[in-house]
């Protein structure tokens, strides 16, 4: 059993920047797609970005690129979403998750193919 953590949340003006991290614990596995979402109040829980278990390649939202950045430490069996520039809009609660099956490129933005989920963290970008 894994269980996700998340951490580093909380409140920025506009224009600053968050760092989140996801700490897996528990019977870890190192083949393993890692990805964060996010969602608001009345909407879908969307997509924000993915990376691959050798962190070669990463997947990013159209409305986070060039201003977010993920990364992984597997020796630490830790993910990183890096936020740059954070706008209002950001404001959600963000979400990370394993995938630890076979994952193609097309569906690594899809919330049903995670298996396994952390609690969340707030982020809130003041205006």
């Known amino acids: 059993q894994v269980q996700l953590g998340e951490s580093g949340g909380g409140l920025v003006q506009a224009g600053g920047s968050l760092r989140l991290s996801c700490a897996a614990s528990g019977r870890t596995l190192s083949t393993y797609t890692h990805g964060w979402f996010r969602q608001t109040p009345g909407k879908e829980r969307e997509f924000v970005a993915a990376i691959r278990s050798n962190g070669g390649s990463k997947f990013y939202a159209d409305s986070v690129k060039g201003r977010f950045t993920i990364s992984r430490d597997n020796a630490l069996n830790t993910a990183y979403l890096q936020m740059d520039n954070l706008k209002p809009d950001a404001t959600a609660v963000y979400y990370c998750?394993?995938?630890?099956?076979?994952?193609?490129?097309?569906?690594?933005?899809?919330?049903?193919?995670?298996?396994?989920w952390g609690q969340g963290t707030q982020v809130t970008v003041s205006s």
């Open positions: 998750a394993q995938n630890y099956r076979r994952l193609i490129n097309n569906d690594v933005h899809v919330l049903r193919m995670y298996e396994t």
